[in-house]
């Protein structure tokens, strides 16, 4: 419906224009009905309006100073139709040259009114036509200058261009939303199918960022053959939701994109940078975990073709120092190796067959310490370490985080130091559960590793850490929602959730229903 404001001094004036045609069968809404100028201005200036009726002759300020001023200062990019019972010439040119689309004369006839109408419709579908190709315009040449500063090979001028949108904001990250191929489901889809689902994924990204939509980037092709959207992020240009931090929004932000579509997505958050000139860290840290989660167990990736793979002496070199636990080397052959990865000299190919190999000799030197570790479990270890540690670190410190961590890991694995600690973890989530439990913080308190503490919580208890641990609250929101009166928004913050909407959908996932649904049934 287009929006229509009404101004005339004399209110049977207003009443008549109101109910003159059936302004919504023709695709009108009538938005407003104001007595003189200025309270017409205080509307412009807080909603949208299409179309503008007004008298010329009113007190204090006239239809034409109206007209005049909001085309002046831009406040609004209605259509203005003029009124007046004097039929005189010069209010005709003078509403002309301030663009007025029509003028009429009063008393107006349902037959003048209909033809402004319809003319207002076709210049609104003309206007809101160039708009929406200006925009996909906008975003086109948007994209292309933001690809080549992701891909870290831009000109001064492709910088220059961005920050007209950007302005001085600063801390960036890339967020690449991409269908989850490892999903059974997806494995039967083909190339065709897989590439109206990004589409669709594309389209409605962009309803989640009104008036940036420009920020939202489809196929930016930093993986080849992959099925994504690339989204530049900044906490100053998004902000963040009262009461939350802007991990927690970010977050929120995965699971609302995750939610606009009914296929299954995987949004991987990048590292933060300060200047937009740096985001090629932020996506390279995106490919890290992209490779690290796409590892393939099959027989291929058991073989070590010296003559194949990404520099096999430097992963050599690395794995040394991660079986040694040599903290210092590890940084330094870590470095080494994704300057290696992402220096143009090598193809993805490539690439994923030197993380396949590393990959696997890790799993191998956990296999040594213990045989019936779980392959897949440690592969979900390191997994969970670059997907935790990549909205901290860049590319590079992520992957020397990961591998210091699992240098640990391989540790305790020897010395067996896990035992006995489990009784503590649980007894301190089931005392603490309110509090922001993490295995990392669990790991430090208790000394063991974070990594190897996961993976032997899920051998004993059968679940995760954090789905036990989502456990225990929601058995604690039970209480209070059979024995208090305490709102939900309440019982969500006293059992340890922040964010409102993930206590429910929780609360849903755990107990078949929502809380409020819960406690009616219950009284």
């Not at 003189?36 to 009726?53: F, Y």
Request: charged share 35%; aromatic share 8%.
């Amino acid at each position: 419906m287009l929006k229509v404001l009404l101004v005339d001094d004399e209110p049977f004036i207003l009443e008549g224009l109101s109910v003159i045609i059936d302004w919504r069968k023709e695709g009108f809404e009538i938005a407003g009905k104001v007595s003189n100028a200025l309270d017409a201005l205080k509307v412009l200036q807080t909603e949208e309006i299409d179309l503008v009726i007004s008298d010329i002759r009113m007190p204090e300020m006239t239809g034409l100073e109206l007209v005049e001023k909001v085309y002046r200062e831009k406040l609004s990019s209605a259509y203005f139709v003029m009124l007046s019972g004097y039929n005189d010439f010069r209010y005709v040119r003078t509403a002309l040259q301030n663009e007025c689309l029509d003028y009429m004369l009063k008393p107006i006839s349902k037959e003048d009114l209909l033809k402004v109408l319809d003319r207002v419709r076709k210049f609104h579908a003309i206007s809101s036509k160039k708009r929406m190709d200006d925009s996909i315009m906008e975003r086109e040449v948007f994209a292309k200058n933001m690809i080549r500063i992701c891909r870290g090979k831009y000109r001064a001028d492709n910088v220059e261009y961005v920050r007209r949108y950007l302005g001085d904001a600063h801390g960036f990250r890339y967020i690449s939303a991409a269908l989850d191929e490892k999903d059974e489901a997806l494995k039967r889809v083909g190339g065709g199918k897989k590439r109206q689902y990004q589409k669709e994924l594309y389209e409605r990204c962009l309803t989640l960022f009104p008036g940036k939509e420009y920020l939202c980037m489809l196929d930016p092709s930093l993986r080849e053959q992959s099925y994504d959207v690339g989204i530049i992020y900044s906490e100053e240009m998004f902000g963040t939701e009262e009461g939350m931090s802007g991990q927690e929004y970010l977050e929120k932000l995965r699971d609302r994109i995750k939610a606009v579509v009914d296929f299954p997505v995987l949004v991987i958050v990048g590292s933060r940078v300060e200047r937009i000139e740096d985001i090629s860290d932020s996506c390279k840290a995106t490919l890290l975990a992209y490779s690290i989660r796409n590892f393939d167990m099959g027989e291929s990736s058991q073989e070590h073709p010296e003559d194949k793979a990404v520099n096999k002496q430097m992963i050599d070199s690395l794995l040394k120092a991660v079986k040694t636990n040599d903290k210092e080397s590890i940084v330094e052959e870590s470095k080494r190796l994704l300057n290696e990865m992402t220096s143009g000299r090598s193809d993805e190919r490539m690439i994923h067959m030197g993380i396949n190999y590393l990959m696997f000799e890790l799993l191998h030197m956990a296999a040594e310490q213990d045989e019936s570790i779980n392959q897949r479990e440690v592969i979900q270890i390191l997994n969970e370490s670059a997907l935790s540690h990549i909205d901290e670190d860049s590319g590079e410190e992520n992957l020397t985080r990961i591998l210091i961590e699992y240098a640990d890991y391989l540790t305790q694995l020897r010395a067996n130091q896990s035992r006995g600690v489990l009784s503590l973890v649980e007894q301190d989530m089931k005392e603490n559960y309110k509090e922001n439990l993490t295995l990392k913080d669990l790991g430090k308190k208790y000394y063991v590793n974070a990594a190897y503490l996961g993976q032997s919580f899920r051998k004993q208890y059968g679940e995760s850490f954090k789905d036990y641990l989502n456990r225990i609250r929601i058995e604690a929101a039970v209480e209070l929602l059979m024995y208090s009166d305490k709102k939900i928004y309440e019982i969500a913050e006293e059992v340890g959730y922040k964010d409102l909407d993930y206590f429910i959908n929780k609360f849903i996932a755990l107990k078949g229903c929502t809380p409020a649904k819960f406690r009616k049934q219950i009284k």
